[in-house]
């Protein structure tokens, strides 16, 4: 029975493969269900344990084909705002805080002016303090959809610096100034005063790529999801030469983790490597 249980979470509805993280999160969630039936004595042990299984394997790595360079990222940037009515505009910089601080967008849902040092000229600072993550009404407890919670990786109430180069500065200035903020301080807010939906931001990213790109590269993977302008602006920063654990602390991540998730996003290394070895050589 827990061999077909194991079968039946490695497919979606539809009978194809499931995605390999998704399949592991179930079986992670069928283990924890039968750790309760042990804890309350209906198992003398987790019946789980004894079945051999292989999940599939999840690829851990940034593909770099969905990386877009800086002028790429520009043009996306500056066609978002093309987009609808008034939608692509209140969004371009939501999507300018993902590529140029690499925040994540459940970071930037609970962005508030207070987070915000926006000098008139030079480099500013954002201290996150909360993510506001998307989830369903019946997994909050508010009852909503969007729901404050601590940053990822993070204890409550730590918070993350993330120094931000002047162009940001600009467009957040831009976006304060036309649009205003939320009654409780949020910069990016739905016309009922609420957070996007995951949806509403994609459809404008989307509609955004097919005015920015070429049709070829609208076909291809590249910044196919909006959360890829964040893998383009942690890359970037490995790229210039920022130490990782700089890069690290500014993205959210373990110096571990940034270096295996971004290690083939990295050009340029072999070169500096090969020369290296060079020297050595004699």
């Not at 996007?196 to 994609?202: K, Q």
């Not at 097919?210 to 909006?226: F, H, I, M």
Request: aromatic residues 6%.
């Amino acid at each position: 029975m827990l061999r077909l249980a194991l079968d039946a979470i490695s497919v979606r509805f539809a009978g194809k493969p499931g995605g390999a993280n998704t399949v592991r999160r179930k079986r992670a969630i069928l283990h924890h269900l039968l750790e309760q039936a042990v804890e309350e004595k209906l198992f003398t042990s987790n019946p789980l344990d004894e079945i051999k299984w292989t999940s599939p394997k999840a690829a851990s790595a940034i593909d770099p084909r969905t990386v877009v360079n800086p002028v790429q990222a520009r043009r996306l940037l500056d066609a978002v705002p093309k987009v609808g009515h008034k939608r692509g505009a209140c969004l371009k910089a939501l999507f300018a805080c993902v590529y140029y601080a690499a925040l994540r967008p459940e970071e930037t849902a609970d962005l508030r002016e207070k987070n915000c040092t926006l000098p008139e000229a030079g480099w500013g600072l954002i201290v996150l303090e909360q993510a506001r993550p998307q989830g369903t009404k019946r997994w909050t407890d508010s009852g909503q959809t969007h729901e404050s919670r601590r940053l990822k990786h993070r204890a409550d109430r730590e918070t993350r610096e993330i120094p931000i180069p002047p162009v940001l500065v600009a467009i957040l200035r831009e976006h304060i100034e036309t649009y205003g903020v939320a009654k409780d301080g949020r910069l990016f807010r739905s016309s009922t005063d609420g957070s996007y939906s995951s949806s509403a931001y994609s459809y404008v990213w989307q509609e955004a790529r097919k005015l920015a790109l070429t049709p070829a590269q609208v076909a291809s993977s590249l910044a196919a999801r909006p959360y890829d302008l964040r893998h383009a602006a942690v890359s970037l920063w490995l790229n210039a030469g920022v130490p990782a654990t700089e890069v690290a602390m500014r993205a959210g991540h373990s110096v571990e983790v940034l270096l295996r998730v971004y290690a083939r996003c990295m050009d340029g290394q072999h070169d500096h490597a090969n020369g290296k070895i060079n020297n050595a050589l004699g």
